[in-house]
């Protein structure tokens, strides 16, 4: 077979189709695993990182150079350039240590606090929020799949409400959150739109529904206050898309894929089982995950991810369709040699015909 | 007028079907039946063993499971004020909290809901939580729970540095340990000396009466 371009290879995958090799995509890397993995280097373009790693999607966080307030040196600072998630209506805090915001509270409690949609979320139609990403979109990306980040309004609703909020809310105020779903969604669609008309390769769309247990919702509740809302993103998508949710989404998958979209990431293990979605789902859909963040490329050792790489991509990877990632992105604290060993393993078992398959 | 055992019955379908307005309509029609407060919610406590079941069972989700603890929880707050004196309907006292570096809190927040709804007090420390923190709680609140929380795998290590910390301030042995959270697992719960481990918030419920 002709060797494709990592670009080739991974649209070819998310068209269900076997690609030459079957291609690697993080839907992040963490800017500090990024640096330890180039051996300490910041002044690295995307492409370059992608290509020493030998990932085939680009990841979306990179740097730009500036001059800090009273300083001549340069700083360069890790920005999510292609993100186009909407913010949280919420109360943020900050971790001291880390830097790391979080959300403290979800403001979004009653119809009236509906209002803050309006000072909370930017206007989606300012073309300065889309001259960055244009910017970066035509310098040399060399042959890499590039993606931009959305959501498509249930994670923000979500968060933004509080889960036990919204809990009680499905019972108490039903319209209250098929509104506030509604309006992130508008939102998202709007900028889809935008986005469409620029050289993203793909979407990839997060919103967690589930944990580890199960979905936060059941097939009726999904139907009912999820499913009509997400739509209106995903046919404002002109593109090929990822549809990532965190945890056991089993159970409603079957309503979740009705929004067509091309991919399902990220089959968290301790959650699902990617043997049976491949069995399941397979035919239908790109298979995006599943290698271990609570455990192997946290905690294991580099022969460990070796083995669940080959395990991956002997059963997943059969027959293609298959995107093989982390479990959820590459954190800061994954160890570097596991990465690394990530890296290798995908070269040595990745190569169509499938050569380690028994 | 409604046989006791039926009028039971009936609240406790009401509590599981979280209708919290017909468990209170019940619990005052047992009040006004001179039935003690004390019977009424032990008769209306295992109705969140029964949600926990349709919850592991899949037959509940997380809407259906929250209202029903809250109309539990609100039938207990009206029953609260009516207990004799001496008469607790308290089962055990927990501190819950997501260890130092994590701020995750939804899991944390819907297990102390569970909790709270099945008979536990719960003093909720928060996110971020250092193990001195739940040391000092400890010993102020004399739980017979320190519950903790964990999202990320980073931040596991903090649940093994605070069972330790309660060790050395040598009140290990007066708490029970339960540890939960995504990359949480039994084994790493063996591992730290935990005494237990729970998946979900019903199962926490199940883990910390079976300690009683």
Request: glycine share 8%; hydrophobic share 40%.
């Amino acid at each position: 077979m002709k060797e494709m371009t990592p670009r080739e290879r991974v649209m070819t995958a998310l068209r269900g189709g076997i690609p030459d090799r079957v291609p690697w995509g993080e839907a992040a890397v963490d800017w500090k695993l990024q640096v330890r993995l180039m051996e300490g280097r910041v002044d690295f373009k995307p492409a370059e990182f992608c290509r020493k790693m030998g990932m085939s999607c680009l990841t979306n966080l990179v740097t730009i150079e500036h001059k800090r307030d009273g300083s001549e040196a340069p700083h360069r600072q890790a920005v999510r350039v292609f993100d186009f998630t909407p913010p949280w209506i919420a109360e943020m805090a900050v971790d001291d240590y880390s830097g790391r915001r979080f959300v403290r509270k979800g403001l979004l409690t009653t119809r009236d606090s509906l209002k803050l949609f309006d000072s909370f979320l930017p206007d989606p139609d300012d073309p300065a929020s889309y001259e960055d990403a244009a910017r970066m979109l035509d310098e040399s990306q060399e042959d890499f799949a590039v993606f931009a980040r959305l959501r498509a309004g249930s994670a923000s609703m979500l968060v933004s409400m509080g889960i036990d909020q919204f809990a009680y809310n499905v019972f108490d105020q039903p319209d209250f959150v098929k509104e506030a779903h509604r309006r992130f969604s508008e939102w998202s669609a709007r900028v889809v739109e935008h986005l469409n008309k620029l050289n993203f390769d793909f979407y990839w769309v997060f919103d967690d529904l589930a944990d580890t247990h199960g979905p936060w919702m059941d097939m009726t509740i999904y139907h009912e206050f999820f499913q009509p809302y997400q739509k209106m993103v995903a046919d404002a998508i002109k593109k090929p898309w990822i549809f990532h949710s965190d945890g056991n989404i089993l159970p409603i998958l079957d309503g979740i894929l009705t929004l067509g979209m091309d991919g399902i990431h990220s089959i968290q293990p301790s959650a699902m089982d990617i043997n049976e979605v491949k069995r399941k789902y397979g035919e239908k859909i790109c298979i995006i995950g599943n290698i271990d963040l609570d455990y192997t490329l946290t905690q294991g050792t580099p022969e460990e991810v070796d083995q669940e790489v080959k395990e991956r991509i002997n059963y997943v990877g059969r027959n293609g369709g298959y995107i093989i990632s982390s479990a959820n992105s590459l954190t800061e604290y994954c160890k570097t040699e596991n990465v690394w060993a990530m890296a290798e393993a995908i070269k040595k078992y990745g190569k169509y015909p499938l050569t380690s398959v028994p | 007028m409604i046989q006791k055992n039926l009028l039971f019955e009936e609240m406790k379908k009401a509590a599981i079907n979280g209708e919290r307005d017909l468990v209170k309509k019940y619990i005052q029609e047992g009040l006004d039946q001179n039935y003690t407060a004390l019977e009424i919610i032990e008769s209306l406590v295992p109705a969140m063993d029964v949600v926990g079941n349709k919850f592991a069972s899949g037959e509940f989700y997380l809407p259906q499971m929250m209202i029903a603890a809250r109309a539990m929880s609100e039938g207990i707050e009206m029953l609260k004020p009516l207990l004799l004196p001496g008469q607790t309907i308290t089962k055990a006292k927990a501190i819950f909290g997501t260890v130092k570096g994590d701020y995750h809190d939804i899991g944390k927040n819907i297990v102390k809901i569970i909790l709270e709804s099945g008979g536990y007090e719960v003093i909720d420390l928060g996110v971020d939580v250092a193990p001195e923190r739940f040391v000092e709680a400890s010993k102020k609140e004399k739980p017979r729970f320190v519950l903790m929380s964990a999202l990320l795998t980073l931040t596991m290590p903090m649940m093994d540095k605070t069972i330790k910390a309660l060790g050395e301030a040598g009140i290990r042995d007066a708490v029970k340990i339960g540890v939960g959270g995504a990359p949480v697992t039994q084994k790493f719960a063996d591992h730290i000396g935990a005494d237990f481990y729970a998946d979900d918030a019903p199962g926490a419920l199940k883990k910390c009466n079976g300690l009683l």
